[in-house]
């Protein structure tokens, strides 16, 4: 792995003193807020007070049983959707006949809400699982899938050619240069696609109010009288979570890809 230089350390660590700075200035003001009654405590309570209550979930065996439903639907609708969208990215392109044959349904289909279509795939597939997985896979897919298309068009046409002189086919030259030269893309558009299935995995239980998981969680907890706190608790893990994968997925993507650091570090090449 190649090691960080001095300024990249400093810099790392500055974004992490700030992002806590942050972090502390946000609880702060919500806290104050909460304890000042500007708000009734009721509708916003103080900060101490619903951190210590997402502390205190964590011991609850059937709220984790909860959490771990909404992971497992988001993992399989996650992986679902690069099992489609890096194969199929590939293929559009590669071959820009077929791109322009399907663009325009492609151009329909991805502006189309996922959580408008709970009404339709619950009529399809019934109030399970499956239906979580189904949004979930749709929703993940365009990141990764336009992130593909867009990593394979960036690829140095120099080395194409090389290989090309020297008779390798059009397979090799994907599986040679274009599928390595395209993977820190195919990664961002992972990272992506992985805070998206993360908020339909929640959403969809929000909205369905059926199965189990974090969503059904917090809207039971918002039907409660004085369930503010643990709504609020509730966001507090979601958020968690996504901070958690995200963290996760940027460190993998520095160990693998350490020669793309602007790509890494913001996502700029990103297109969804």
């Given at each position: 792995?190649?090691?960080?230089?001095?300024?990249?350390?400093?810099?790392?660590h500055?974004?992490?003193?700030?992002?806590?700075?942050?972090?502390?200035?946000?609880?702060?003001?919500?806290?104050?807020?909460?304890?000042?009654?500007?708000?009734?405590?009721?509708?916003?309570?103080?900060?101490?007070?619903?951190?210590?209550?997402?502390?205190?979930?964590?011991?609850?065996?059937?709220?984790?049983?909860?959490?771990?439903a909404?992971?497992?639907?988001?993992?399989?609708?996650?992986?679902?959707?690069?099992a489609?969208a890096?194969?199929?990215?590939?293929?559009?392109?590669?071959?820009?006949?077929?791109?322009?044959?399907?663009?325009?349904?492609?151009?329909?289909?991805?502006?189309?809400?996922?959580?408008a279509?709970?009404p339709?795939?619950?009529?399809?597939?019934?109030?399970?699982?499956?239906?979580?997985?189904a949004?979930?896979?749709?929703?993940?897919?365009?990141?990764?899938?336009f992130?593909?298309?867009?990593?394979?068009g960036?690829?140095?046409?120099?080395?194409?050619?090389?290989?090309?002189?020297?008779?390798?086919?059009?397979?090799s030259?994907?599986?040679?240069?274009?599928?390595?030269?395209?993977?820190?893309?195919?990664?961002?558009?992972?990272?992506?696609?992985?805070?998206?299935?993360?908020?339909?995995?929640?959403?969809?239980?929000?909205l369905?109010?059926?199965?189990?998981?974090?969503?059904?969680?917090?809207a039971?907890?918002?039907?409660?009288?004085?369930?503010?706190?643990?709504?609020?608790?509730?966001?507090?893990?979601?958020?968690?979570?996504?901070?958690?994968?995200?963290?996760?997925?940027?460190r993998?993507?520095?160990?693998?890809?350490?020669?793309?650091?602007?790509?890494?570090?913001?996502g700029?090449?990103v297109?969804?």
């Amino acid at each position: 792995m190649k090691r960080l230089t001095r300024r990249e350390r400093l810099a790392r660590h500055q974004e992490l003193w700030l992002g806590l700075l942050g972090v502390v200035l946000a609880f702060g003001v919500c806290e104050a807020v909460g304890r000042a009654g500007v708000v009734r405590r009721s509708y916003l309570p103080p900060a101490s007070e619903v951190l210590a209550r997402a502390v205190e979930l964590a011991g609850d065996g059937a709220f984790l049983d909860g959490v771990g439903a909404t992971l497992r639907a988001w993992a399989l609708g996650l992986g679902l959707a690069v099992a489609i969208a890096v194969p199929l990215g590939l293929l559009l392109g590669s071959v820009p006949v077929v791109y322009s044959a399907v663009r325009m349904i492609v151009e329909f289909l991805r502006p189309l809400p996922s959580v408008a279509l709970i009404p339709l795939v619950s009529l399809l597939l019934g109030t399970g699982t499956e239906t979580k997985v189904a949004l979930i896979t749709y929703a993940s897919v365009w990141p990764v899938l336009f992130n593909t298309v867009y990593g394979l068009g960036e690829t140095d046409p120099l080395a194409k050619d090389t290989l090309r002189a020297f008779g390798f086919g059009r397979l090799s030259v994907l599986l040679r240069v274009e599928l390595p030269g395209t993977a820190p893309f195919i990664a961002a558009g992972i990272r992506v696609s992985a805070a998206v299935a993360l908020i339909l995995a929640v959403a969809t239980e929000l909205l369905s109010g059926f199965g189990e998981g974090l969503g059904i969680f917090i809207a039971q907890a918002g039907l409660a009288t004085d369930g503010t706190r643990d709504v609020l608790a509730g966001v507090v893990w979601a958020g968690a979570l996504g901070l958690v994968i995200n963290g996760v997925l940027v460190r993998a993507e520095r160990r693998l890809f350490p020669w793309t650091p602007e790509r890494r570090a913001d996502g700029r090449g990103v297109r969804s």
